[in-house]
Every structure is written in structure tokens, then in C-alpha cells.
T-cell receptor
Framework: AQSVTQLGSHVSVSEGALVLLRCNYS??????LFWYVQYPNQGLQLLLK??????LVKGINGFEAEFKKSETSFHLTKPSAHMSDAAEYFC????????????????FGKGTHLIIQP | DTGVSQDPRHKITKRGQNVTFRCDPI?????LYWYRQTLGQGPEFLTY????????KSRLLSDRFSAERPKGSFSTLEIQRTEQGDSAMYLC???????????FGPGTRLTVL
């Protein structure tokens, strides 16, 4: 079984400040980890993903995330927030294809609404 | 690459009516997924197909829900005897293979009156 916890349903930062969105996961098998962004009335867009290898993953729009196995975390950061970053952010997990079994659906957290203050 | 498309984008129906949604995945993507997203929540997995075979169904998928992907291309999701609790955004996604990035469509917003 898998689960994702996103701490903070709403996060507010000033424009130009550091963005930190927290994600912790629970998985009985090695996971793949994802961050998606959703703008109002739109579908989800992939920001970045971790599969194997380097634990610091860089994504689009200046975002990056670090996989920490010992902390079961995959926090999303951006050094300097921009007004256009205001959106809903979702952390998600799926079983690695090499973990056996057939399950393939993503398990999402409840999301964090990022607010950018001018 | 035209992306994942869904039709309709919005559907308003009365309780008890049947509704059907369509999803066209990215061409050459073998896997197609359906998710449901309610207000203030993350998407919840419903079911997925590899080509035309439906390989997994969530417990969320009650007997009133049925999904098909008859020729391994587009998919339909039908809800029979709709209930107010079915009001949600229904998202479709596709990927090339297991573990690959899932690309999402814009969703179909269902409102059951």
C-alpha cells in the first residue's frame, strides 16, 4: 500500500522568496516519485520525477526536489518565487516497474495551494 | 504530439441519468488511466488499460462505473444512474509503458443536480 502526505494545504511566500513544499510518502516497495502542478481549470502538468540514480532532480520552471530515502521525503523547492508559480501542487508516488506486481496507478497527496504575495 | 484530449469538458446532468466521457490519449501510448478529483483533493486512481485490456480497477469504481478501450486507442468512461456524489473532475492520462510519465488531459467536470 502507498500513501502520500503533503504538509500544509496552503503555503504563502513573497515574490522572490524561497519556495518549499513538503511531501512524505509511505511505500512497501521502491517507489517512483513525481511532482505535478495544476493551474485553475487545467489538467496536471509534470514538474519533475525521480526514478533511480541521482537523488536531486531538476524540473521545469526552476523547481527541483531531493529524494531522501531515510526520511521518506521528496520535498519540492525553488530558490526564488515568481507570481506565475501560484497554483496547486501535487506530490505523487507509484510503484517502480521493477518492484513486481501489476499496480501502476499514481497515488496523490491532497495538494498544496501555493500563494505568491507581491 | 497533440496531447491527451477529453470530451466533453463540462457535463451537467440530473441525478439518475447516464453519462459517458471520452478520452483520446497521446498516439502510440499503450497505457491509459482514469482518475477522479473532487474539490480540494488530489486525483484518485480509478482504473487503467494496457492497450485494450483493463488491468486494474480501484475499489472506488462501483458497479455503476464502466470503462472501455475497444481498439486500444480512445477510451470511454460511463457512469450509470448518476448520484450527486459522482460530481467531480474526471481526468484521463496516458503513458508509453509502466513507470513512464503519465500525461494528463484537461479533464471533464461532471455536475450532478
Amino acid at each position: 500500500a502507498q500513501s502520500v502526505t503533503q504538509l500544509g494545504s496552503h503555503v504563502s511566500v513573497s515574490e522572490g522568496a524561497l519556495v518549499l513544499l513538503r511531501c512524505n510518502y509511505s511505500s512497501s516497495v521502491p517507489p517512483y516519485l513525481f511532482w505535478y502542478v495544476q493551474y485553475p481549470n487545467q489538467g496536471l502538468q509534470l514538474l519533475l520525477k525521480y526514478t533511480t540514480g541521482a537523488t536531486l532532480v531538476k524540473g521545469i520552471n526552476g523547481f527541483e526536489a531531493e529524494f531522501k530515502k531515510s526520511e521518506t521525503s521528496f520535498h519540492l523547492t525553488k530558490p526564488s518565487a515568481h507570481m506565475s508559480d501560484a497554483a496547486e501542487y501535487f506530490c505523487a508516488v507509484s510503484p517502480s516497474p521493477y518492484s513486481g506486481g501489476g499496480a501502476d496507478g499514481l497515488t496523490f497527496g491532497k495538494g498544496t495551494h501555493l500563494i505568491i504575495q507581491p | 504530439d497533440t496531447g491527451v484530449s477529453q470530451d466533453p469538458r463540462h457535463k451537467i446532468t440530473k441525478r439518475g441519468q447516464n453519462v459517458t466521457f471520452r478520452c483520446d490519449p497521446i498516439s502510440e501510448h499503450n497505457r491509459l488511466y482514469w482518475y477522479r478529483q473532487t474539490l480540494g483533493q488530489g486525483p484518485e486512481f480509478l482504473t487503467y488499460f494496457q492497450n485494450e485490456a483493463q488491468l486494474e480497477k480501484s475499489r472506488l469504481l462501483s458497479d455503476r462505473f464502466s470503462a472501455e478501450r475497444p481498439k486500444g486507442s480512445f477510451s470511454t468512461l460511463e457512469i450509470q444512474r448518476t448520484e450527486q456524489g459522482d460530481s467531480a473532475m474526471y481526468l484521463c492520462a496516458s503513458s508509453q509503458t509502466r513507470g513512464d510519465t503519465q500525461y494528463f488531459g484537461p479533464g471533464t467536470r461532471l455536475t450532478v443536480l
